[in-house]
């Protein structure tokens, strides 16, 4: 069980690291939170933090999550402890302090430049950094750390990145700038518009098939018999009635 977690801890961190351009040492912000959870599950995260992520780590806090620590009291102080050994950053905060959410939050803004890692329990804060494309998550299961998968965030930038990367910014300028020139962009437009759905069968090939009319010239083979009985009946009778007249002579 303890190879696979470190399989996926592996491979999730090679996705931060080709895409993201993440680096050792590890820059990980914990907060009051993930603190707290680790005294209460025994994890050792100095010294188990680093074997999990396969790479030396810096574990860093700042200076509102101390704040927070201290103003819960007795029940957060072990977990105050924990986090005064880690490095304490410098946040803009330091004359109003905030939450320790919304600390970490501004620490990771535009683009998380520093690459940090998110170590919490909150929820609503996971929440919030899942949002963000970058942002490596950290939480604990009952006594086992977890690497969480890339947000859906960062999958879909990584995959604009790659479609950008295909096509240069300045062909698909020139692109657009020869479609316009050759009045392209206009055409195509039209053509989209102009498509119609697939529908049923031409009405007119349903329609029955008219008889062919007879060219000039010529004429039924029926009409041609009644025309050759008549010009016999005709002969016939013009004969007869020569006969007639040849014996009243």
């Known amino acids: 069980m303890k190879l696979t977690r470190q399989k996926h801890a592996k491979k999730n961190i090679g996705f931060y690291k080709h895409n993201f351009q993440f680096r050792e040492p590890f820059q990980v912000l914990l907060d009051g939170t993930f603190c707290q959870a680790a005294l209460r599950?025994?994890?050792?995260?100095?010294e188990q933090l680093p074997g999990y992520l396969g790479g030396a780590t810096?574990?860093?806090t700042s200076r509102c999550v101390l704040?927070?620590?201290e103003s819960l009291g007795k029940a957060l102080y072990g977990a105050k402890l924990i986090a005064q050994t880690f490095q304490v950053l410098n946040c803009s905060h330091h004359k109003d302090p905030v939450s320790g959410s919304a600390c970490l939050l501004s620490m990771i803004e535009e683009g998380n430049p520093h690459h940090f890692f998110i170590a919490t329990q909150d929820q609503d804060l996971a929440n919030k950094v899942k949002k963000k494309a970058g942002v490596p998550l950290l939480f604990i299961i009952q006594n086992t750390?977890?690497?969480?998968?890339?947000?859906?965030?960062?999958?879909a930038f990584v995959q604009k990145l790659q479609t950008d990367q295909l096509v240069p910014e300045h062909q698909k300028q020139s692109i657009v700038q020869l479609k316009e020139k050759e009045g392209l962009a206009k055409q195509e437009g039209e053509k989209r518009r102009k498509r119609k759905r697939a529908g049923g069968p031409n009405p007119l090939s349903c329609l029955k098939k008219k008889k062919k009319k007879t060219q000039v010239g010529q004429e039924p083979s029926?009409?041609?018999k009644k025309r050759r009985i008549r010009k016999r009946n005709r002969v016939k009778t013009e004969a007869v009635q020569s006969v007639q007249k040849n014996e009243e002579e």
């Open 41 to 46: 599950n025994k994890i050792q995260i100095r």
């Open 222 to 224: 029926a009409e041609k």
């Open 145 to 155: 750390m977890v690497l969480d998968k890339p947000s859906p965030k960062s999958l």
């Open 67 to 69: 704040k927070e620590l």
């Open 58 to 60: 810096q574990l860093c």
